[in-house]
């Protein structure tokens, strides 16, 4: 079984400034990582994933994560970061081509101008 | 539809009764799954179907928890003889057979059991 750990439940933040948001995962078999995002009153949405090849994903949004698999983490970073931006974030992680998600509990960004 | 569409968005019931919650998946999509999510905490998988079969119930917590799929479209998740404990956001997603790298939720239904 896989199990994922997001280490702050909350990130207050400035507008403009960067910020990272960390995901650890367990699993004893290869897997598949996501970001998703609920922006308030919304349903979760994909930010972005990880099947396989390159270590680094983007976002159309600038967002980015790192695959880092000797430290078992799936990080998200933004160098700015928008107003907009304000959401709950959560990391998710599926046994490679699985059928069910395991997610974190989420952080709360607050982007404060 | 353009989208996975969840009613009721809010549903509000008294301990004991029970409640049916539906959820009409992308057109075209295999595959629909239910999650649960409490106050503060991450989604947590309930069960999924490819078409009307239910592939895997073992995330439903209890025999009062029971989905269907029986046209292999719309789904109907059903809570019978609701306790207070079952007050959370339910939430659907679907999908292309089995690409659980591309699910697409709903905006879930906010239910609150008194």
């Known amino acids: 079984a896989q199990s994922v750990t997001q280490l702050d439940s909350q990130v207050p933040v400035f507008e403009e400034a960067p910020v990272e948001l960390r995901c650890n995962y367990s699993?004893?078999?290869?897997?598949?990582l996501f970001w998703y995002v609920q922006y308030p009153n919304q349903g979760l949405q994909l930010l972005l994933k990880?099947?396989?090849?390159?270590?680094l994903v983007e976002s159309i949004n600038g967002f980015e994560a790192e695959f880092n698999k000797s430290q078992t983490s799936f990080h998200l970073r933004k160098p700015s970061v928008h107003i907009s931006d304000t959401a709950e974030y959560f990391c998710?992680?599926?046994?490679?081509?699985?059928?069910?998600?395991?997610f974190g509990g989420g952080t709360r960004v607050l982007v404060k101008p | 539809g353009a989208g996975v569409s969840q009613s009721p968005r809010y549903k509000v019931t008294k301990r004991g009764q029970d409640v049916a919650l539906r959820c009409d998946p992308i057109?075209?999509?295999?595959?629909l799954y239910w999650y649960r999510q409490a106050l503060g905490q991450g989604p947590e998988f309930l069960t999924y179907?490819?078409?009307?079969?239910?592939?895997?119930k073992s995330g439903l917590p209890n025999d009062r928890f029971s989905a269907e799929r029986p046209e292999g479209s719309i789904s109907t998740l059903t809570i019978q003889r609701t306790e207070q404990r079952d007050s959370a956001m339910y939430r659907c997603?679907?999908?292309?057979?089995?690409?659980?790298?591309?699910?697409?939720f709903g905006s879930g239904t906010q239910l609150s059991v008194l």
């Open positions: 997603a679907s999908s292309l057979a089995g690409q659980t790298e591309k699910l697409f």
């Open positions: 699993s004893s078999v290869s897997v598949y």
């Open positions: 990880y099947l396989s090849g390159s270590t």
């Open positions: 998710a992680v599926t046994k490679a081509a699985g059928n069910k998600l395991t």
């Open positions: 057109s075209g999509h295999v595959s």
């Open positions: 179907f490819n078409y009307e079969a239910q592939q895997d």
